[in-house]
């Protein structure tokens, strides 16, 4: 068995060491509310805090991004990604990351990896490696990973940290870029016993009691469908401003505008891309001018429907990922679990 | 091909954009090559007073002698540019809109006030046709860098019509509005600065316009279950934007609605 035990007290060591190896980065309390940002100590990261504000989206989609600088006379193109330090040998490791954050980027790996191959986004992640930290209960009052199954992801991380017994933590590898971690730093580590592992399997039974579920998914998307016109949509868009807040904090909102940037000389420039969100009036125009959600109503609709309709269908994989996190961000205190249940219970 | 003519005239306001245009230190001689400034009164002398290719124009009118210049000074540009909130919006001074101005003028010039005849703010494009608004206060120095590359390329930027709540969020700062209880206008305010005032800590004051589409009702209607009264609020969206058509619908409602008192728009009279 690849596992091992490691002691809380550790745990910074751990942190500690693999800053020598790799680039890491983790929660800390930048700015006054948790952020991921590289660190060079493990004094600054914040270990028992609630999800950051920004999932791990923004280390492989950026919120802002070069893609390629041109030259307007000689039409030659340079991607951004040849001269950036992307390609530099060192890994980057991201340090306790929650499963509902391993799910959504799961998400983003089917749309980024599979259904079409983004450059930016893969040259990012692969360089990656997420050691997770799993959750017994639910963080706090605003999560709901139970109903959207995403407590429990089988991939998309390289370690899982799961704490079974006072201080104690069993630490699991699921890639070989887990395990080549494990091998680097043996003294951290101690070999787990029997005992240690039953703890972890009843550990894991007790995790499955804490959670329950908040709505239901199963048959939401025809349900939702059925609803197209309901009332609640009304009601809910005259609470809404249009702020867009929802979206950036989404683990799986992943849409972005792409804008030209022309330098002085007039003739080279630099296009990049950044987040954007369907709140925005004018994130359905095409050329022409047509709008196809002209309507605040419209859009209000069409990031539900896009997340409990659409992924799931296309992708195959949950669109929310219940992190509770346009919940907290809401300026308007719109909760999506109520939205949900209003638009689905009326008749 | 000649150089493009360019001139940077100010009517009332501080004269902040003018300044922010020379703030542009690191880029002021490329643009020069690219450019010829013929009348930037601020900056040089030997002005010269059209035609002109480009004419920006910063600040609001608030009497007729300046309506007459704008006016003929629009006869001689071939594209005009209002920049700044004063120009766009009206400004600070739009703010005089909303009271009676006789009290104002008394309270500045006493027995006087007869002798400095005025007439209500007006933005620039209330006097004449704009063809390119650049906004912030003062103007960003950067979009006006862009509205002349553009130009030279043959285009014209465009607004990003985003909240200020994109560029904060995508910053990462604390939301001072939820964590603090701060009245914030970054929901429905233009976006552009790089949520310059929410990165420090500070509130949003609205000094880019509000942005497409913008849903003030919901907005004053947070900040009021926050603690705001309806005339905090609203006093923060008339700061700079008295004048955005969009905004002084709401306001005149808002206010009337909940603050009878108040005897805001008394002199409404053109």
Redesign the interface.
Known sequence: MVSKLISRKKIPELVDAMIGDFIVVATTN????P?LTEISSSDEVLFDTELP??SIKKLFHP??QDLFKFN?TTGVIKSCLEESDIGVEKKIVVFGVRPCDITGNNVLDEIFKEYFRDEFYNTLRERALIIGINCLQPCYENCFCESMNSNDPKSGYDLMLTEIAKDNFIIVPNTDGGKRILRLYPDLFQEPTDEDFEKYVRTLELKKNSFKKDILVEGLPSELEDKFESRAWKKYT????????CT??CPTCYCFNVKD??S???KTGIRQR????CY???FASVAGGHDFRHE?ERRFRYRYLHKFIDIPRRYNVEGCVGCGRCIT?C??DIDVRDVVEDVRGEM | MSKPKIGIVGFTGCAGCQLSILDLEDELLDLLSLVDIIDFRMAMSGNKKGPYDILFVEGSIVNTKQEEELKELRTKAKVLVAIGSCACFGGVQAIRNYRNDRVIREAQYGKDADKFPVIKVKPINKVVDVDHYILECPVNKYEFLDFVKYFLIGGKPKLPNLPVCHQCKAKENRCIFLEDNIICMGPIIQAGCDALCPSYGLPCDGCRGSTLEAAYQQQVDLMVKKGASVSDVTRFLLKYNGEDPQVKEFLFKAWMEHDKNLKYGEDDKE
Do not use: Q
């Open positions: 930048k700015n006054n509310v952020t504000m920004i919120a802002k307007r005259k609470e809404c401003l249009f702020c867009g807040s950036f904090v940037k022309i002085i000389d007039l950044e987040w954007d969100s925005y009036p004018e605040k961000y300026p308007a």
